[in-house]
């Protein structure tokens, strides 16, 4: 029986390896996407790197501006302003209920646009500039506090990665088990345990690969969409927020599975070597 299935048991382990690196994937997108406080808090570990402080103050002065033309000639000003107002403990507690709000309106169709809601930013601002000397005629001018509110660009490519997220979160699941069902499958079917578990090293370690190679690309993908090596430096800070730990996860997988296949081979022929009687069942498992 074992002979007539050729290379099918050993399909089946190699399955049951890129099924396991696809269910620790979707575990870690479960709990970094698709969990509201989970996602809210890693923003707010983003925010508090120098390069996303700044990134924020620059595109809230930028909404100012827009909002009112005759600022930008006192740009330096509200630069100074803003950089001073991202370092603050009031503006570090604004940014994970903004994030969590992000999320929530996300996966909400009904809402027309995502927005980063920062406009107690705006505030912050202002009382910076009370606290400036010689400061100009700003105040003059009731600075609007919905520039706060930053609408993100790309609002479909969001969307449709929430339905994607969701969507894939279904097999979250069942993934797992279908791993170990293969497993079992091609080990009991196989011809040899060494080979078959060797099937799975190899299913897991092309498949935590893959998805390595993905992210590298994705990555080299995002540091060429920004110009400003600011905005670079905070989209990578934010990147490696949330990325972590699926890298770690991904090594962890290849290790995992290469090294049952070594105690599969250890095991093999310890059994082996206890049954010299019965060299064609022994060889079965070696």
Do not use: C
């Not at 309106?105 to 705006?122: C, H, W």
């Not at 897991?204 to 992210?215: D, E, H, K, P, Y």
């Not at 250890?266 to 060889?283: F, H, L, M, N």
Request: aromatic share 6%.
């Amino acid at each position: 029986m074992r002979g007539r299935l050729g290379p099918i048991p050993y399909l089946f382990t190699f399955a049951a390896g890129l099924a396991a690196v696809a269910a620790f994937t979707l575990f870690w997108a479960r709990s970094v996407v698709l969990d509201q406080d989970e996602f809210a808090a890693r923003a707010a570990e983003a925010a508090e790197d120098d390069s996303v402080k700044q990134e924020i103050a620059r595109v809230v002065v930028d909404k100012l501006i827009e909002a009112e033309p005759v600022l930008r000639v006192s740009r330096p000003v509200l630069d100074r302003a803003a950089a001073v107002a991202v370092q603050t403990r009031t503006f570090e507690r604004t940014v994970e209920p903004a994030a969590r709000d992000l999320h929530e309106t996300a996966f909400d169709e009904g809402r027309q646009e995502l927005v980063l809601d920062f406009t107690e930013l705006v505030d912050l601002i202002v009382a910076e500039l009370d606290r400036i000397e010689n400061r100009i005629d700003i105040i003059d001018l009731e600075l609007d506090s919905r520039a706060g509110e930053v609408a993100l660009e790309d609002i479909e490519e969001l969307r449709t990665a929430a339905r994607t997220a969701e969507t894939a979160d279904t097999a979250t699941p069942i993934v797992p088990i279908v791993a170990i069902a293969l497993l079992a499958l091609g080990v009991l079917v196989a011809g040899r345990l060494a080979i078959a578990l060797g099937g799975f090293a190899l299913g897991a370690v092309l498949g935590a690969a893959g998805v390595w190679v993905s992210l590298v690309f994705l990555r080299a993908r995002m540091d060429s969409s920004f110009d400003d090596d600011n905005t670079r430096d905070a989209a990578n800070v934010a990147w490696d927020v949330y990325m972590d730990p699926l890298p770690l996860l991904l090594i962890g997988v290849a290790v995992l599975a290469i090294a049952t296949a070594v105690v599969g081979v250890i095991a093999a022929k310890a059994v082996a070597r206890r049954a010299p009687a019965s060299p064609d069942a022994a060889g079965d498992w070696a």
